[in-house]
């Protein structure tokens, strides 16, 4: 049972006439008719066919007793399709394309380890380990006193140290394949049996490039007016959970992810100068997520002038990074500065020029340069320590904090039901789009525009985004059923263009506070047909308020500008009584109201009042 597989094939295909009108006065009528019952005893001429296998394994840890506390998922699908080209410009081929799916989940679930051992055991359900009987004698002396007293102190340390309940991993990757031009036909399997093509590992999923082999066998087409592309893609998807309880009723749990995909096209097809088929404008592009901790600068602010401390490290950085470039690149042979920008670059002489030539650096607006530094400075970290890369390889733990232990404070339990207080954090460093250059040959060559080394990637843009979703939250329920919520959440969005070397930070601070209360049984009368019906139902009254400052700076790099663009403080009152008449008829009175007050003068101060009532009435139930 640990092990699942399925298979399943859909085929299409087409009943070919002749030519011409089917008509008895014909004298080929017999013969069309002949080819008419042929094609439908060869089951006409395919035009699709679509297979998909699926494999799904469980792990079986649980029959494992000393490894039973972990489990392991894994799931293998694949697809497969074949698509014929029309019988006109059968020349050109037919497409095919297959796809795989790895899935892995895995957990830990390390309570269950502790539990292992019977003092762990007694300490996770919160009972304290057996103690000899003197200990609990009344009249138990001081000495066995501060020995109880170390004990639960040792105890309260274990329990700490036992903190980590669960351990979660999910990791997917998906890749695909998809090739014009080709030649054969599908047959049982998706196989053209009399070629033994495309290949069974092919049809299953296999990634493995084929194009040579068809191209030496004659599978592919040897057109030179094919102008489909070939495909290849991939994308990976990486989740980390983690429960953290440190001490009872206090609960931390940390995710990290990691998401990257990719898409490489070309075209591959027959070129008559090499008697051979070659690859032409051969492209990449692809997207890039992983978790980021930018908490060491959340709460740095700017100036009355809207200058940031935090972009001038930024900028400031980037002679460190270009520094650490050009020491790392054994192929930099420059030790000059240029004398206006300060930064690496390398000079030749040619014989027979006057000027030299610059053939090699790292300037303040490289790819290169840029980035690194960028992440240095909005994630509090010294340069000098700093990868030196676009694409972080290791995803860093974001986190939700919620904590109700203060229900066993005398005071607040007898005046609360409930009483939560809860934090959130989470930044993502995302790489919007990049795509190849078709300037990047081995990566000597120079961009003159920036005075620096061509990249293989060219990126137009990464982003940070940042939320406290809330930094602090406070929720409450009252013994007399009044709910109270307070909240307040900062959001940080910094958007570094690479294409106008500006960065755009959008920042936000929002205050919540909310209440909520419901009246039981209140009373109506109805009157209806000369006859009065009393109806009772609780009504239910909810206030929020809501305070939020929204500002969008704009920071130019090379030109060292920061400018106020957008921002606005924006206060909403919300309040809404409902009454539910019966189980069809709902009654909902709200008052709603916005004012905004703009932060730069060319916007006008504005405010938008909503106040009314609401029926709904339910037909069916």
């Known amino acids: 049972r640990t092990l699942k597989l399925n298979f399943a094939v859909n085929q299409k295909a087409n009943i070919d006439e002749p030519a011409g009108k089917l008509d008895k006065s014909d004298p080929f009528y017999k013969e069309k008719m002949d080819t008419i019952w042929r094609n439908v005893l060869d089951f006409g001429r395919a ?66 380890l502790y539990n292992k051992v019977p003092y ?73 049996w009399a070629h033994f093509s495309p290949g069974l590992p092919f049809v299953f999923g296999s ?83 992983i978790s980021f901790i930018s908490w060491a600068t959340a709460f740095k602010s700017d100036n009355d002038d809207n200058e940031s401390e935090i972009f001038d490290n930024f900028r400031e950085n980037r002679l460190i990074i270009a520094r650490q470039l050009a ?31 610059l053939v090699g650096g790292y300037g303040p607006t490289s790819q290169e340069v840029m980035i690194p530094a960028f992440l240095a400075a909005y994630s509090g ?116 263009s690479l294409a106008n070397n500006q960065l755009t930070e959008t920042a936000s601070q929002e205050f919540v506070f909310g209440i909520g209360y419901r009246i039981k049984d209140v009373e109506f009368k109805l009157f209806s047909g000369g006859r009065g019906k009393k109806i009772s139902s609780d009504l239910d009254l909810k206030l929020d308020f809501n305070l939020m400052n929204n500002r969008t700076v704009i920071r130019k790099i090379v030109e060292d500008l920061e400018q106020l663009t957008m921002g606005q403080q924006l206060i909403k009152i919300k309040f809404s009584t409902d009454y539910v008449v019966n189980q069809r008829l709902n009654l909902k009175v709200f008052y709603d109201r916005a004012i905004t007050n703009p932060f730069i003068s060319t916007t006008f101060p504005s405010s938008i009042t909503n106040v009314g009532f609401s029926l709904r009435f339910t037909l069916a139930g």
């Open 47 to 112: 035009t699709e066919y679509h297979q998909t296998f699926g494999a799904n394994y469980q792990v079986p840890f649980n029959r494992i007793p000393i490894l039973n506390f972990m489990s392991l998922n894994t799931r293998y699908t694949s697809g497969y399709d074949w698509q014929a080209a029309l019988p006109a410009i059968s020349h050109l081929g037919n497409i095919i394309q297959n796809s795989n799916s790895q899935q892995y989940n895995g957990q830990i679930n390390l309570i269950s």
């Open 120 to 192: 762990f055991k007694k300490l996770n359900q919160g009972t304290s380990p057996r103690r000899n009987t003197v200990r609990n004698r009344r009249d138990q002396e001081e000495d066995n006193d501060d020995v109880k007293n170390k004990f639960q102190f040792l105890k309260h340390i274990v329990r700490f140290g036992l903190g980590v309940r669960n351990i979660a991993i999910n990791y997917s990757e998906n890749q695909g394949t998809y090739l014009p031009g080709y030649l054969n036909q599908s047959k049982a399997l998706g196989q053209d």
């Open 207 to 289: 990634q493995k490039d084929i194009r040579y082999k068809a191209g030496q066998n004659g599978w592919l087409s040897k057109s030179t007016a094919l102008n489909t592309m070939y495909k290849v893609n991939s994308s990976e998807n990486l989740t980390l959970r983690s429960t953290f309880e440190p001490i009872k009723r206090l609960k931390i749990d940390f995710t990290a992810n990691k998401t990257t995909s990719n898409t490489n096209t070309e075209y591959y097809r027959w070129d008559d100068e090499i008697n051979n088929f070659n690859s032409f404008s051969p492209t990449e592009n692809g997207s890039f997520s």
């Open 327 to 357: 020491v790392n690149n054994p192929n930099f042979n420059g030790n000059y500065n240029d004398p206006v920008t300060g930064y690496p670059t390398e000079y030749v002489t040619y014989p027979g020029d006057t000027f030299p030539t």
């Open 381 to 496: 970290k010294d340069p000098a320590n700093s990868k030196l890369t676009a694409f972080p390889a290791i995803p860093m733990p974001n986190w939700r904090i919620t904590y109700d232990g203060f229900m066993k404070i005398p005071y607040i339990k007898k005046r609360f039901k409930q009483f939560t207080i809860g934090h959130a954090y989470r930044s993502t460093y995302t790489v919007g789009s990049y795509q190849s250059n078709v300037n990047y040959i081995d990566g000597d060559e120079i961009n003159i525009n920036n005075m620096s080394y061509h990249v293989a990637r060219e990126i137009s843009q990464v982003t940070i985004n940042e939320q406290f979703s809330p930094l602090f939250k406070v929720d409450m329920t009252w013994k007399n059923s009044l709910l109270t919520r307070i909240e307040f959440k900062k959001t940080r969005v910094l958007a570094l």
